[in-house]
Nanobody
């Protein structure tokens, strides 16, 4: 069974930094892409950034230049370095992965979410 385990959320002051991690575990053929989404209270879940297995990235305009996604293929782990955090970055951050259990079987998986709070 595939699981995504997130870590690294917390409380930080405006202008501070946090690093989120998401590790995929279980038995599967490959990971096609991974990404981070966030959902603030009263708002819809939105894409923060995604990365494909080939390394192509797609950032939301609101985080460009501040957030950086990276991955360790050997560890099936994705990281999100968040710098210059703003109060509007406050949200629950969810890890997402599109994973092939078998070559012909592609599924969408979500982590449990980790709270990021930016406040003085």
């Amino acid at each position: 069974q595939v699981q995504l385990v997130e870590s690294g959320g917390g409380l930080v002051q405006p202008g501070g930094s946090l690093r989120l991690s998401c590790a995929a575990s279980g038995s599967f053929f490959s990971i096609d892409s991974m990404g981070w989404y966030r959902q603030a209270p009263g708002k819809q879940r939105e894409l923060v950034v995604s990365i494909t297995s080939g390394g192509s990235t797609n950032y939301a305009d609101s985080v460009k230049g501040r957030f950086t996604i990276s991955g360790d293929n050997a560890k099936n782990t994705m990281y999100l370095q968040m710098n210059s955090l703003k109060p509007e970055d406050t949200a629950v951050y969810y890890c997402n992965a599109v994973i092939r259990i078998l070559y012909w079987s592609q599924n969408d998986y979500w982590g449990q979410g980790t709270q990021v709070t930016v406040s003085s």
